[in-house]
C-alpha cells in the first residue's frame, strides 16, 4: 500500500511519528482599531430637532387652547340659560373629528350621525358625557341592532331616538321635550 495522498509537500518528520497539522486559529481574525468619531455633532442635531419641535407644539397647543377657552365659556353660557343641548353640541365640536355631530331647530335638537360601522363614535360619546345620559340609555343603545328599529328612551326632559345599521352607522336624534 501507498502513502496517503497529499496536496502538498509534507515536513519530515522523526521515524515513526505522525505529521499533525497546525490548529487553526480561533475566531473571525482581529479588527483594526477604530477611529473615534464626532458624536457631539450628532447629538447637537437631536437635541436640536427636539427643541424645534417643542417649541412647535407648545404654539400649536396655545393657539387651540384659546378656541378651547371660547368654546367652554358659550357652553358655560348655554347651560345657564337653560339650553343643555345647544351646550353639549359646543362643547364636543372640537372633538368631532368625523364631522357626525349637527345642531337643530334653534339649539333644541342634535343630530348624530356616524355614517357606517366604522364611522368617529368621539362626537357621539363626547354629546352623551356632557348630557349625563343614565347608563341604562347607553345599555340600551349598546345591545341596539339592526333589526331591532328605531329606539327611543327619555331622561330628565332629554328625548333620545336612535337607529343602528353597520352599512349607515348609528343615526341618533337627541331633543330637548320641553323646547328648551
Known amino acids: ?8 509537500p509534507q515536513p519530515q518528520q522523526p521515524w515513526g511519528q505522525q505529521w499533525v497539522p497546525p490548529p487553526a486559529p480561533a475566531g473571525p481574525p482581529p479588527r483594526p482599531p477604530r477611529r ?40 358655560a353660557i348655554a347651560v345657564a340659560a337653560g339650553r343643555p343641548l345647544e351646550a353639549a353640541y359646543r362643547a364636543c365640536t372640537a372633538r ?57 328612551a327619555e331622561d330628565d326632559g332629554i328625548v333620545y331616538s336612535l337607529t343602528y345599521h353597520p352599512d349607515n352607522g348609528v343615526d341618533m336624534v337627541i331633543t330637548s321635550a320641553g323646547g328648551n
Not at 1 to 8: D, N, R, V
Not at 36 to 60: D, E, K, R, W, Y
Not at 122 to 131: D, F, K, N, Q, S
Open 96 to 152: 368631532d373629528d368625523g364631522n357626525t355631530l349637527s345642531l337643530r331647530d334653534g339649539g333644541t335638537t342634535i343630530v348624530i350621525e356616524t355614517r357606517s360601522e366604522y364611522g368617529d363614535p368621539a362626537g357621539l360619546h363626547c354629546v352623551l358625557g356632557e348630557l349625563d345620559t343614565p347608563h341604562a340609555i347607553t345599555a340600551q343603545m349598546d345591545r341596539t341592532t339592526a333589526m331591532m328599529g328605531v329606539q327611543e
Open 36 to 75: 473615534p468619531q464626532n458624536s457631539a455633532g450628532l447629538t447637537g442635531g437631536v437635541v436640536a430637532l427636539l427643541l424645534v419641535a417643542a417649541a412647535g407644539g407648545f404654539v400649536v397647543g396655545r393657539v387651540t387652547a384659546g378656541d378651547d377657552r371660547q368654546s367652554a365659556e358659550r357652553s
Open 1 to 8: 500500500m501507498g502513502a496517503p495522498w497529499a496536496t502538498g
